[in-house]
């Protein structure tokens, strides 16, 4: 075996242009498998890390049939007393005219409570964000976002200056950093958006009142999300009626999962496509071992001759054809780490990480054997078949 | 040691059916140097094939070494190759990407002898054809006297019953066909059985035994 092995780099190194070229097919399907691939996957931490980072561990609640016992923020509070459950805040949101001095515009204002910033993960830029007393008191007052403080105010540092909303004067306690991570921001960025008190916002506007139908849960800390959501369905289930279709929970992990499998069908895909190169790889491999197989007809007479069986001129075309693939399969292995290592300097500036990954490089090297193998059997048998006697005399 | 009975052997070129082999009978014992002499065309390819099992009879009885050869496979024809029968050729049928000693060292590799005696053999075998000057020359490096001398090395070191030669001097100037003739008077001497077969009389005549063909036809010869 090992003097094979030792004769097929003999016979490849005897014409190196031809085994380069080749080789050429497995190069460039390796790396096309392996670039591809770890592209994917790289694109694909990097959008897991984005998700994690909006709060996966929050989880939104609708309730549509309350069965005449509506959710109160009494039951709000009382529940966050439970261990499985984290924090919990309402968010209603009303669009509304907002007046500063002489400036006005619309604005969306949400009613909820102090525990709403930590569970959207909110940062405050100047003063606080609302507290538990505004909503005890029904306090006149606001956390906006940086977009309203400096559209309607001029400046971040607007804490103390009253707006007016629907009317009412409503004094700014807080101003929030404008959240550019948030999935949705896309669609909200520029807009102005203000935060009251929910108990406020029940008096400022109509529709609100306090059963609430919609309302964000978070896990503990170091509880996970799942024992949350497990919890808050048995509190419901309980509470109304042990009619499951009248309330719905749904969290950003399965935004998560939806994405999970998008993108493995993206790299399966992908795959599949560069295993398709590295077919048509093989099928030049073959084309090459023929005409070897070929011009070697005499070569392979004189082994016969001295005594080489069928098994053994197999074997000999076998591995030089397996050894053709899988020094391809370095080469290629090889280039795509130093394409990878390009890429990843080039976008630098984007937080990207494209790395190898272990996986794929094993799936291309065992892809690669077997190609060699079932690429190379029949030109190796074409030889293997060959009478001594004719292939003695074959040009001679 | 080596029995040939009646053996028959027929080709079909085209329409033609051509008897390269007619109820051929010959004997050879061991330790005898035996010429076969014939003109082109009179069936001592096919004789020498048979002979040396790259092709077997379409009837007749062969017996080598006291082994009969008849109706073997392929993989069995390879074996009794490697072991009983070292071919010298006309055309030296050397490898070209292998140097001379690696080409001596192919049959052994063949017969799975160890590293270490493989290594002893091959240097016995050039030396007798006295060439471990230039052992790790390739094929296109040595003239055409040295190519045949490796490739006679090659039919020795694998300690054949029977060295087959197939005109090893026609490609050969005179002189240097004189000095492959001399290792071949050596090896006979040596206790080697040598099966020669050749066109021209001259080589024919320094045999023990001259054998001549003729459509296919097998007679004695005296000389």
């Given at each position: 075996?090992?003097?094979?092995?030792?004769?097929?780099?003999?016979?490849?190194s005897?014409?190196?242009m031809?085994?380069f070229?080749?080789?050429?097919?497995?190069?460039?399907g390796?790396?096309?498998?392996?670039?591809?691939?770890s592209?994917?996957s790289g694109?694909?931490?990097?959008?897991?890390?984005?998700?994690?980072?909006l709060?996966?561990?929050?989880?939104?609640?609708?309730?549509?049939?309350?069965?005449?016992?509506?959710?109160?923020?009494?039951d709000?509070?009382?529940?966050?007393?439970?261990?499985?459950?984290?924090?919990?805040?309402?968010?209603?949101s009303?669009?509304?005219?907002?007046?500063?001095?002489?400036?006005?515009?619309?604005l969306?204002?949400?009613?909820?409570?102090?525990?709403?910033?930590?569970?959207?993960?909110?940062?405050?830029?100047?003063?606080?964000?609302?507290?538990?007393?505004?909503?005890d008191?029904?306090?006149?007052?606001?956390?906006?976002?940086?977009?309203?403080?400096?559209?309607?105010?001029?400046?971040?540092?607007?804490?103390?200056?009253?707006?007016?909303?629907?009317?009412?004067?409503?004094?700014?306690?807080?101003?929030?950093?404008?959240?550019d991570?948030?999935?949705?921001?896309?669609?909200?960025?520029g807009?102005?958006?203000?935060?009251?008190?929910?108990?406020?916002?029940?008096?400022?506007?109509?529709?609100?009142?306090?059963?609430?139908?919609?309302?964000?849960?978070?896990?503990?800390?170091?509880?996970?999300?799942?024992?949350?959501k497990?919890?808050?369905?048995?509190?419901?289930?309980?509470?109304?009626?042990?009619?499951e279709?009248?309330f719905?929970?749904?969290?950003?992990?399965?935004?998560?999962?939806?994405?999970?499998?998008?993108?493995?069908?993206?790299?399966v895909?992908?795959?599949g496509?560069a295993?398709?190169s590295?077919?048509?790889?093989?099928?030049?491999?073959?084309?090459?071992?023929?005409?070897?197989?070929t011009?070697?007809?005499?070569?392979?007479?004189?082994?016969?001759?001295?005594?080489?069986?069928?098994?053994?001129?197999?074997?000999?075309f076998?591995?030089?054809?397996?050894?053709?693939?899988?020094?391809g399969?370095?080469?290629?292995?090889?280039?795509?780490?130093?394409?990878?290592?390009?890429?990843?300097?080039?976008?630098?500036g984007i937080?990207?990480?494209?790395?190898?990954?272990?996986?794929?490089?094993?799936?291309?090297?065992?892809?690669?054997?077997?190609?060699?193998?079932?690429?190379?059997?029949?030109?190796?048998?074409?030889?293997?078949?060959?009478?001594?006697?004719?292939?003695l005399?074959?040009?001679? | 040691m080596?029995?040939l009975?009646?053996i028959?052997k027929?080709?079909?070129?085209?329409d033609?059916?051509?008897r390269?082999?007619?109820?051929?009978s010959?004997?050879?014992n061991?330790?005898?140097?035996v010429?076969?002499?014939?003109?082109?065309?009179s069936?001592?390819?096919?004789?020498?094939?048979?002979?040396?099992?790259?092709?077997t009879?379409?009837?007749?009885?062969?017996?080598?070494?006291?082994?009969?050869?008849?109706?073997?496979?392929?993989?069995?024809?390879?074996?009794?190759?490697?072991?009983?029968?070292?071919?010298?050729?006309?055309?030296?049928?050397?490898?070209?990407?292998?140097?001379?000693y690696?080409n001596?060292?192919?049959?052994?590799?063949?017969?799975?002898?160890?590293?270490?005696?493989?290594?002893?053999?091959?240097?016995?075998?050039?030396?007798?054809?006295?060439?471990?000057?230039?052992?790790?020359?390739?094929?296109?490096?040595?003239?055409?006297?040295?190519?045949?001398?490796?490739?006679i090395?090659?039919?020795?070191?694998?300690?054949?019953?029977?060295?087959?030669?197939?005109?090893?001097?026609g490609?050969?100037?005179?002189?240097?066909?004189?000095?492959?003739?001399?290792?071949?008077?050596?090896?006979h001497?040596?206790?080697?059985?040598?099966?020669?077969?050749?066109?021209?009389?001259?080589?024919?005549?320094?045999?023990?035994?001259?054998?001549?063909?003729?459509?296919?036809?097998?007679?004695?010869?005296?000389?």
């Amino acid at each position: 075996m090992i003097q094979s092995i030792r004769m097929a780099i003999k016979s490849i190194s005897g014409n190196k242009m031809r085994a380069f070229l080749t080789m050429l097919g497995i190069i460039i399907g390796v790396m096309a498998l392996v670039i591809l691939v770890s592209l994917v996957s790289g694109a694909t931490g990097n959008v897991q890390a984005t998700i994690a980072s909006l709060g996966s561990d929050s989880m939104t609640v609708r309730v549509s049939d309350n069965k005449g016992r509506p959710v109160t923020l009494a039951d709000l509070s009382a529940w966050m007393d439970d261990d499985a459950i984290g924090k919990a805040a309402p968010a209603v949101s009303e669009t509304m005219v907002v007046k500063y001095g002489s400036t006005s515009g619309t604005l969306t204002v949400y009613g909820t409570t102090a525990p709403y910033a930590d569970i959207q993960k909110m940062t405050v830029l100047v003063g606080r964000f609302l507290k538990t007393a505004d909503v005890d008191n029904h306090s006149y007052v606001c956390v906006v976002n940086e977009t309203a403080a400096t559209e309607l105010v001029g400046y971040a540092d607007c804490v103390g200056e009253d707006i007016y909303l629907n009317g009412y004067r409503v004094a700014i306690v807080g101003v929030l950093k404008d959240d550019d991570n948030s999935l949705t921001s896309p669609f909200r960025s520029g807009s102005m958006i203000a935060y009251i008190p929910y108990t406020t916002l029940i008096r400022l506007s109509t529709g609100v009142t306090n059963e609430l139908s919609m309302f964000y849960v978070n896990a503990p800390d170091g509880g996970s999300l799942d024992d949350a959501k497990t919890r808050m369905t048995e509190l419901l289930t309980e509470r109304l009626d042990q009619d499951e279709d009248a309330f719905t929970v749904s969290s950003q992990n399965a935004l998560e999962s939806t994405m999970n499998s998008v993108t493995s069908v993206l790299a399966v895909l992908l795959g599949g496509i560069a295993a398709i190169s590295l077919i048509v790889g093989g099928i030049g491999i073959m084309n090459i071992m023929l005409v070897t197989v070929t011009e070697r007809t005499r070569e392979i007479g004189i082994r016969k001759a001295i005594g080489a069986s069928r098994r053994l001129i197999l074997l000999q075309f076998l591995v030089e054809a397996v050894v053709i693939c899988m020094l391809g399969c370095a080469i290629g292995i090889f280039g795509s780490w130093g394409v990878l290592q390009l890429i990843t300097t080039v976008v630098s500036g984007i937080d990207l990480s494209f790395r190898m990954s272990g996986g794929v490089v094993l799936v291309a090297v065992i892809f690669c054997f077997f190609i060699g193998i079932v690429f190379g059997l029949y030109p190796a048998n074409k030889a293997a078949r060959m009478a001594p006697i004719d292939a003695l005399h074959y040009g001679g | 040691m080596l029995t040939l009975k009646d053996i028959c052997k027929t080709y079909r070129i085209g329409d033609e059916v051509v008897r390269a082999l007619d109820h051929a009978s010959l004997h050879v014992n061991a330790g005898e140097f035996v010429s076969i002499i014939g003109p082109s065309g009179s069936g001592k390819s096919t004789l020498m094939n048979i002979i040396g099992c790259l092709d077997t009879a379409d009837s007749g009885e062969y017996l080598l070494d006291g082994t009969p050869i008849e109706d073997y496979t392929e993989n069995e024809l390879a074996m009794v190759r490697s072991r009983k029968i070292g071919f010298v050729f006309q055309s030296f049928n050397l490898i070209p990407q292998l140097t001379a000693y690696e080409n001596v060292e192919l049959p052994l590799i063949y017969q799975r002898v160890k590293k270490s005696e493989r290594k002893a053999r091959v240097m016995d075998a050039l030396q007798r054809v006295q060439l471990t000057s230039r052992m790790h020359h390739l094929p296109s490096e040595l003239s055409g006297g040295q190519q045949q001398r490796v490739a006679i090395a090659r039919a020795i070191a694998a300690h054949p019953a029977l060295i087959l030669a197939d005109e090893p001097t026609g490609n050969l100037d005179s002189h240097t066909g004189q000095d492959i003739m001399e290792i071949f008077h050596d090896l006979h001497h040596a206790g080697n059985t040598i099966v020669l077969i050749t066109h021209d009389p001259s080589v024919a005549k320094q045999a023990d035994r001259a054998i001549h063909i003729l459509d296919g036809k097998v007679s004695e010869v005296a000389l």
